[in-house]
């Protein structure tokens, strides 16, 4: 059997590995020992309880497949050389190490909206907090603003935007509606200013205001997890690993890419992420077969965004839902996805 190296389990790294590992010798690497369900996790930090619904073991739904857990240093043309200094060899390679939040802010009250651990330390620190503040007005810092504001009525919650409208990248319908939405819940919204620095009392914005906070979260600052890209790999990683009409790099017709540390323009979502998935396993099957590739096409996919517990947005082009079905449809999803993994 070929020997498939997938390299992180999140949306992408896990569709590969399911799909793959009753026809290949499939080895999972990730940093945790299991899958998590991120368009979840926000509401974690007011109902800590969530967390159980959200995640399982790797082993539990690859019990065929090699689980390691560890974080890459390197790769080669036929091996993965992890920080403890095994190597894995490989005769395909699927690289979907995801991204996190960077931020030159360290303060021991600054969370990060992308880290289920952070978001669990956070609940206890948001229950002493009265000033809490979200940085970043796109699509996570609106969900995140929405979950603190319907779930605490007794806090005082801000988010500060360095656009002048929120989801500036969505439909101007949505962006109205989670203006209104947030403004109705009092959120006290900030617009035009970037934050460049804090200490552990207070934001400083490029405008020279400072904003004094007990607890602040940054939903900005994504950077694809591709560090391990080194020496002749280092040429592809720009904004992303960029990767050719089939998902591979340029030249290494065996290497793969997917999810969001690609370098395919588009937004990064679970659900593009599984996309990629879908369309690496079924080549890398094609390359095994002697068959032709599939290109993956990129387009434009439902959202699902979430405004707390009883309200939301469905988007799709030009059309537009809110109100309670696109929060019911957000918990479906999410009950659908996770029970795809039993």
Do not use: W
Request: charged letters at 30%.
């Amino acid at each position: 059997m070929k020997r498939v190296v997938i390299i992180g389990g999140g949306f992408a790294g896990s569709m590969v590995a399911r799909k793959l590992a009753n026809k290949c010798d499939v080895t999972l690497i990730d940093t945790e020992d299991f899958f998590e369900y991120t368009p979840g996790i926000l509401r974690v930090l007011v109902e800590p309880e969530h967390y159980d619904n959200l995640h399982i073991k790797h082993s539990e739904y690859l019990p065929k497949a090699n689980i390691i857990i560890g974080k890459v240093k390197g790769i080669k043309s036929k091996e993965v050389i992890l920080e403890d200094g095994k190597k894995i060899k490989y005769d395909y390679l699927a690289i979907a190490s995801g991204s996190s939040y960077s931020s030159q802010i360290k303060e021991k009250n600054a969370f990060f909206a992308n880290r289920m651990k952070h978001l669990l330390e956070a609940n206890k620190k948001i229950e002493k907090s009265k000033r809490i503040f979200v940085v970043g007005g796109g699509v996570v810092g609106v969900e995140l603003a929405a979950e603190l504001a319907t779930h605490y009525e007794d806090k005082n919650i801000y988010l500060i935007h360095s656009h002048n409208k929120l989801m500036d990248r969505n439909n101007i319908k949505s962006s109205a509606y989670a203006r209104k939405f947030l403004e109705d819940n009092k959120v006290n919204l900030i617009f035009n200013e970037k934050i460049v620095g804090a200490d552990k009392r207070k934001l400083f914005g490029e405008s020279g205001k400072s904003y004094p906070y007990d607890a602040v979260f940054f939903t900005v600052g994504i950077t694809p997890n591709a560090g391990f890209m080194t020496g002749e790999f280092s040429k592809f990683v720009s904004k992303g690993i960029r990767v050719n009409d089939f998902l591979q790099l340029d030249g290494r017709e065996n290497i793969f890419v997917a999810g969001d540390v690609s370098g395919v323009p588009e937004e990064k979502t679970a659900q593009n992420a599984e996309k990629h998935g879908n369309v690496i396993a079924n080549n890398i099957l094609a390359l095994i077969r002697g068959k032709k590739l599939n290109k993956y096409k990129s387009k434009k996919r439902m959202m699902v965004i979430s405004l707390g517990k009883k309200s939301g947005i469905i988007e799709y082009k030009k059309f537009v839902c809110k109100g309670f079905l696109p929060a019911l449809a957000k918990k479906i999803i999410e009950k659908k996805v996770m029970l795809s993994f039993r």
